[in-house]
């Protein structure tokens, strides 16, 4: 029976293990909007970063523009000055709030039991501050990019360690010979 056909005959369910794979070299984990540019600054990084940069400001122009005319539309309503006064600060502290959680996410990744889901409703509602923490961010480097390359370059670090510190086959190996 040829190898071959030893291995089609084996189940693996069957208690025969499967041989096993080498593990593959670690791939970057791909960015919004950037793919895997990101790893070498190829492939348009430049265009894209200055292009969303450019977009997220506008569209956090556009949002406090809207924004403005929706405290105009309570004006015209004379819903009086304490609403006008609270949906003004309102919005004001979702805004700072998250603008700080989308900057500090792009440093770290949340916990898994973190409260990051509970806040999306009020970063939803201060997504102007969201729009700026993206902007600023975007004139160093692309969104998250320092976390995943510190992630990627461990990874590969490691994978480089292990694969370095097999040398071959064992089972090749010359023994020494022993001393009567």
Do not use: C
């Not at 056909?5 to 693996?12: A, C, E, G, I, L």
């Not at 006008?84 to 039991?113: D, M, N």
């Not at 692309?142 to 990874?155: D, N, Q």
């Not at 670090?157 to 090749?172: I, L, Q, V, W």
């Amino acid at each position: 029976m040829s190898d071959e056909q030893r291995d089609q005959s084996q189940d693996p369910s069957q208690g025969a293990a499967a041989p096993a794979e080498p593990a593959a070299r670690p791939r970057p984990e791909p960015i919004r909007f950037y793919g895997t540019t990101w790893v070498d600054h190829t492939g348009g990084y430049a265009l894209r970063r200055t292009a969303l940069a450019a977009g997220s400001l506008v569209a956090a122009a556009i949002g406090a523009y809207l924004l403005r005319l929706a405290y105009e539309g309570l004006e015209i309503g004379n819903v009086g000055p304490f609403l006008s006064i609270s949906v003004v600060v309102l919005f004001a502290i979702a805004t700072a709030i998250a603008f700080a959680k989308t900057w500090e996410s792009f440093g770290r990744r949340p916990a898994p039991s973190s409260d990051e889901a509970a806040l999306k409703g009020l970063k939803t509602i201060g997504f102007i501050g969201s729009l700026l923490a993206y902007f600023l961010r975007s004139l160093t480097e692309a969104p998250g990019e320092k976390l995943h390359r510190a992630e990627y370059e461990r990874a590969v670090a490691e994978y480089d360690r292990r694969r370095s510190a097999r040398t071959g086959n064992p089972a090749a190996r010359r023994r020494p010979k022993r001393r009567k």
